[in-house]
T-cell receptor, first 113, second 113 residues
Framework: DQQVKQNSPSLSVQEGRISILNCDYTNSMFDYFLWYKKYPAEGPTFLIS?????DKNEDGRFTVFLNKSAKHLSLHIVPSQPGDSAVYFC????????????FGTGTSLTVIP | KAGVTQTPRYLIKTRGQQVTLSCSPISGHRSVSWYQQTPGQGLQFLFE???????NKGNFPGRFSGRQFSNSRSEMNVSTLELGDSALYLC????????????FGSGTRLTVV
């Protein structure tokens, strides 16, 4: 059972515009969320995180929003750049998951120059 | 500092064989986790080791096993390979589990023919 879902397998955005990647989860015990970026032939790299005590975390062009009541988080990239083209994974962990992150299936972002 | 190193990068094995994958974590990281990535399934958690002890295990058959050595290096073994085991196997290290997020290696691409 997929506890973390990314329902959009792919997304295309014009350079300079906003990219919004979405993630839904089902486990109400999740309290720590991360986004990873993955280029082909490389491992995922950490991008940004948020804990459940916050509803927003910002780091440069990247902002993650958390809506706990909806069990939904999103990653905003503004402005989008061609180098942002990659697969983005959201991941979640919580007090009842042990030392394990649950990952979504990923969204492939293409930023068109 | 050196990142997470996984060897080999690529492997081709025949059904029924066994395989051993290796992971050297970032120096000082005591937690090592293994994930399987397949198209459409995202990253599926295999197991996590901390100080040579398996702390958590995902929902994979007993053909998948691992261990961790005193220097925190970890190996993962898959016996009696099946075609469905073809995947990218990712190792991630962290200081102490999920609290600080993971650093991933580039992965080992296993192809079973």
């Amino acid at each position: 059972d997929q506890q973390v879902k990314q329902n959009s397998p792919s997304l295309s955005v014009q350079e300079g515009r906003i990219s919004i990647l979405n993630c839904d989860y089902t486990n109400s015990m999740f309290d720590y969320f991360l986004w990873y970026k993955k280029y082909p032939a490389e491992g995922p790299t950490f991008l940004i995180s948020i804990s459940s005590i916050k509803d927003k975390n910002e780091d440069g062009r990247f902002t993650v929003f958390l809506n706990k009541s909806a069990k939904h988080l999103s990653l905003h990239i503004v402005p989008s750049q061609p180098g942002d083209s990659a697969v983005y994974f959201c991941a979640a962990s919580g007090s009842n998951t042990g030392n394990q992150f649950y990952f979504g299936t990923g969204t492939s972002l293409t930023v068109i120059p | 500092k050196a990142g997470v190193t996984q060897t080999p990068r690529y492997l081709i094995k025949t059904r029924g064989q066994q395989v051993t994958l290796s992971c050297s974590p970032i120096s000082g990281h005591r937690s090592v986790s293994w994930y399987q990535q397949t198209p459409g399934q995202g990253l599926q958690f295999l197991f996590e080791y901390f100080s040579e002890t398996q702390r958590n295990k995902g929902n994979f058959p007993g053909r998948f096993s691992g261990r961790q050595f005193s220097n925190s290096r970890s190996e993962m073994n898959v016996s009696t390979l099946e075609l469905g085991d073809s995947a990218l196997y990712l190792c991630a290290s962290s200081l102490a589990g999920t609290l600080y997020g993971y650093t991933f290696g580039s992965g080992t691409r296993l192809t079973v023919v």
